[in-house]
């Protein structure tokens, strides 16, 4: 299920799907309009948006930005914000077209991985295969090749000096300054290798580690997999189907995957194993153990003779930062704390750990909802005692963005704090560690997208929400605005009849508790006509189905082009999802086939009854993944109500799915006699309920939510004689939602069971 993060924002271009037919309900040009509105093709139509900024140096940070023109590489000073180009975009252009033989447009440069050297004086980017070099003043433009070549999947030191690697099961650094290749173990064998990135739903070649600010130590771990149950899976091919088996964890596993960490000193080449008990495959929020390209839960102090850590327990409830000595490996428990069902360090998913070792001033900064709330907390780094609150009251912390220890300040995202306005937005504030001054720097209504940058004593401010677009201004550490970028425009967005989401904000479940959402209507709406109500859900419960309450064309799902079918589409953060109340995000703990639904027709039902035009008999309803498992769930367990569903890769049972994910979700699995406590979640144990119209899809290859637990599903259903229709995907993994072919059988679904033939 995280992998649908990544999977979800792209999107197939309009030329590639296939041309559907017209039916009796819906025409060739609403599906030629549905098309038109999918995410891909609407690329290019919103101006201004400031994209990709890098702060180069002190004098200038670069952007990439659209334009009536196309798309432009600029730079700004910051001392005085005079904007230019970063180069010269017909001269690059005409470069390209030299060197690859086609030609290339000035106003539709894709630069990616583009790198400025400090001096602007050059870039470096991908392009059609190969990295190229181009100089800006000579306006020369040379293909890439280093002397020093950088290992594939390494990751790269804080200055780049080194890379670090895995080579077989041993972990190795190249100098990237001499080229000297180093061999830091060479004991690892399979299953029981150096640095391995493998937590079962994801695997990757690229080392797990984290370095010290002066490179001179990093952190990793021997993972130890021995003994713990694969997991299998067959591609399709010519004769013999090719198999793939790897370590995968279940819940209730007795063997599951350990930590044994170690910090390696790479002036001696000393490898120091840390004197604690080996950890489990967590890190203290969700989800994966890595944060950008370091290992999370990791803070060396300056000179990496000390390492704070903290230990996540299997069950999530118990976490512990310690110290360790990086020379002797002793270690001391600092803080320890249990929150139930389970502890977060930050509530976003992937979000970087709340917490700081505060090396010179001997203190920490700690994060927790013990209070409901997630708020900050200083701590001293010998006792561990409380010092002090941070920040207090009914809201939540998102980010700890910097720590200024000389004027014991630090800045912070939070959300929910600001009276009347919508609860998930974010806002940047500052505050002194003793809790006193606290100031909202970001005063302006709307979500707000920080890009702190401490090194140069600014941030980039973006805000915006569902209808109103972005505005980007630079910002000072107190907030006051230093140069203005501009709001984006979206008027040649709207002028394709783009129509914007409404948000609404209904009742949950209990008939008390506040759920917001946002609803698509076709751009051709008729009030006087009667529209099927579809729910586009992703349950979490690390996010929600909304994902942002900014502005922005892409939504996961592409919930506006199944609208133009002649559908009301909603999508609404249910109870179960964070960033609210620790009560809220754990409503269902224990029952993760609730995954909101109770939420979601009690909003639905509130939409059809302030508005006419809504059909509350013809309810769909549809999502991928975790979305996937809540589609099978609403037709299985709510078959009165949701009448049709188009169930996507989902983790029909948890007791399939990684451990990770149902263990800190679900709690942990204890199977007594005929007694289990995930039984309540397995869907197939449910398949006898199905009434409605219900068409189910996986792909054959899925390393993340393996297709085993659909196959039980499908199973059940036929054991149970129910009608039902599904879709295989031969070799492709998890992200297959946005392929054409799935886009259109899923539309047409749809339109056959609540257009053309409604219940």
Do not use: C
């Given at each position: 299920m995280p992998a649908l993060f990544l999977t979800l924002t792209g999107c197939a271009s309009t030329a590639e799907l296939p041309e559907t037919e017209s039916t009796p309900a819906v025409s060739a040009e609403d599906f030629q309009r549905a098309r038109s509105f999918l995410p891909a093709a609407l690329s290019g139509l919103v101006y201004n948006d400031i994209q990709s900024w890098q702060w180069v140096n002190?004098?200038?940070?670069?952007?990439?930005?659209?334009?009536?023109t196309g798309i432009r590489f600029n730079r700004i000073r910051l001392a005085d914000g005079e904007i230019s180009e970063l180069f010269d975009h017909d001269r690059l252009a005409g470069e390209l077209t030299r060197v690859t033989g086609r030609e290339v447009r000035a106003d539709s440069l894709v630069l990616r991985n583009l790198q400025v050297d400090e001096t602007l004086q050059s870039v470096r980017f991908f392009f059609e295969g190969k990295t190229w070099e181009f100089f800006t003043d000579a306006r020369e433009l040379h293909e890439y090749q280093p002397e020093i070549t950088r290992p594939a999947s390494s990751v790269l030191s804080p200055s780049g000096k080194w890379a670090a690697y895995r080579s077989g099961h041993n972990l190795r650094v190249r100098n990237m300054v001499t080229g000297e290749d180093i061999p830091l173990t060479d004991d690892g064998e399979e299953l029981w290798a150096y640095a391995t990135n493998s937590q079962g739903w994801?695997?990757?070649?690229?080392?797990?580690?984290?370095?010290?600010?002066?490179?001179?130590?990093?952190?990793?771990?021997?993972?130890?997999?021995?003994?713990?149950?694969?997991?299998?899976?067959?591609?399709?091919a010519e004769g013999r189907p090719e198999l793939t088996s790897w370590p995968y964890a279940l819940p209730g596993d007795t063997i599951v995957p350990l930590h044994h960490r170690i910090v390696i000193d790479l002036t001696s080449r000393d490898v120091t194993w840390l004197q604690t008990e080996p950890d489990h495959q967590r890190t203290s929020n969700c989800c994966g153990l890595t944060r950008g390209s370091q290992w999370a839960d990791n803070q060396f102090n300056e000179d990496g003779s000390q390492l704070a850590f903290v230990s996540t327990s299997r069950d999530y409830a118990t976490v512990t930062l310690k110290m360790a000595d990086s020379k002797t490996g002793e270690v001391r428990e600092i803080y320890q704390e249990t929150d139930h069902p389970f502890f977060e360090s930050n509530l976003t998913s992937r979000g970087v750990p709340n917490w700081r070792v505060l090396f010179d001033s001997n203190e920490f900064i700690w994060f927790t909802r013990k209070s409901e709330w997630g708020h900050l907390y200083l701590h001293d780094l010998d006792s561990g005692v409380l010092i002090n609150p941070i920040t207090r009251g009914d809201w939540n912390v998102v980010d700890l963005l910097h720590v200024d220890t000389k004027s014991s300040r630090i800045w912070f995202t939070a959300a929910g704090k600001e009276e009347g306005r919508d609860v998930y937005q974010h806002y940047l504030y500052a505050v002194n560690m003793d809790g006193t001054d606290l100031q909202l720097l970001t005063p302006e209504e709307g979500h707000h997208e920080i890009n702190f940058s401490a090194e140069h004593g600014l941030f980039l401010d973006?805000?915006?929400?569902?209808?109103?677009?972005?505005?980007?201004?630079?910002?000072?550490?107190?907030?006051q605005i230093i140069h203005h970028l501009g709001q984006a425009d979206i008027g040649p967005l709207l002028q394709t009849g783009f129509p914007l989401p409404v948000p609404f904000v209904a009742k949950g479940r209990d008939g008390v508790?506040?759920?917001?959402?946002?609803?698509?209507?076709?751009?051709?709406?008729?009030?006087?006509?009667?529209?099927?109500?579809?729910?586009?859900?992703?349950?979490?419960?690390?996010?929600?189905?909304?994902?942002?309450?900014?502005?922005?064309?892409?939504?996961?799902?592409?919930?506006?082009?199944?609208?133009?079918?002649?559908?009301?589409?909603?999508?609404?953060?249910?109870?179960?999802?964070?960033?609210?109340s620790k009560s809220f995000h754990t409503a269902y703990y224990g029952d993760m086939a609730d995954n909101g639904l109770p939420d979601q027709a009690a909003a639905m039902r509130q939409l059809a009854r302030q508005y006419d035009?809504?059909?509350?008999?013809?309810?769909?309803?549809?999502?991928?993944?975790?979305?996937?498992?809540?589609?099978?769930?609403?037709?299985?367990?709510?078959?009165?109500?949701?009448?049709?569903?188009?169930?996507?890769?989902?983790?029909?049972?948890?007791?399939?799915?990684?451990?990770?994910?149902?263990?800190?979700?679900?709690?942990?699995?204890?199977?007594?006699?005929?007694?289990?406590?995930?039984?309540?979640?397995?869907?197939?144990?449910?398949a006898?309920?199905?009434?409605?119209?219900?068409?189910?899809?996986?792909?054959?290859?899925?390393?993340?939510?393996?297709?085993?637990?659909?196959?039980?599903?499908?199973?059940?259903?036929?054991?149970?004689?129910?009608?039902?229709?599904?879709?295989?995907?031969?070799?492709?993994?998890?992200?297959?939602?946005?392929?054409?072919?799935?886009?259109?059988?899923?539309?047409?679904?749809?339109?056959?069971?609540?257009?053309?033939?409604?219940?």
């Open positions: 002190d004098t200038f940070a670069v952007y990439q930005t659209q334009h009536e994801s695997r990757s070649a690229t080392p797990i580690v984290a370095w010290s600010p002066d490179e001179t130590h990093l952190s990793t771990y021997r993972l130890d997999e021995r003994g713990v149950g694969t997991m299998h899976i067959l591609r399709t973006t805000w915006s929400d569902y209808t109103t677009p972005k505005t980007t201004v630079v910002r000072d550490l107190n907030g508790t506040d759920v917001y959402g946002i609803m698509f209507k076709p751009s051709n709406f008729d009030e006087t006509k009667s529209y099927p109500i579809i729910n586009s859900i992703y349950p979490g419960p690390q996010v929600g189905s909304i994902n942002t309450p900014g502005f922005s064309v892409s939504r996961r799902g592409n919930p506006q082009s199944l609208a133009e079918l002649g559908f009301i589409v909603v999508q609404v953060d249910a109870m179960g999802t964070p960033l609210r035009w809504i059909d509350i008999d013809r309810a769909g309803i549809y999502g991928h993944s975790g979305g996937g498992f809540a589609t099978a769930a609403a037709l299985l367990t709510m078959p009165d109500f949701f009448k049709v569903g188009v169930a996507s890769a989902g983790n029909m049972d948890n007791r399939g799915y990684t451990y990770y994910w149902g263990e800190k979700y679900h709690g942990q699995r204890i199977v007594d006699g005929d007694s289990d406590t995930f039984a309540n979640q397995a869907l197939y144990l449910k006898s309920n199905l009434q409605g119209k219900l068409l189910i899809t996986y792909g054959t290859m899925d390393t993340n939510v393996h297709p085993n637990t659909t196959l039980q599903l499908i199973n059940e259903l036929i054991r149970n004689d129910r009608d039902f229709d599904l879709m295989v995907f031969p070799n492709r993994g998890h992200g297959y939602f946005n392929e054409p072919y799935h886009q259109r059988i899923s539309w047409e679904y749809f339109v056959r069971h609540l257009l053309e033939n409604p219940f």
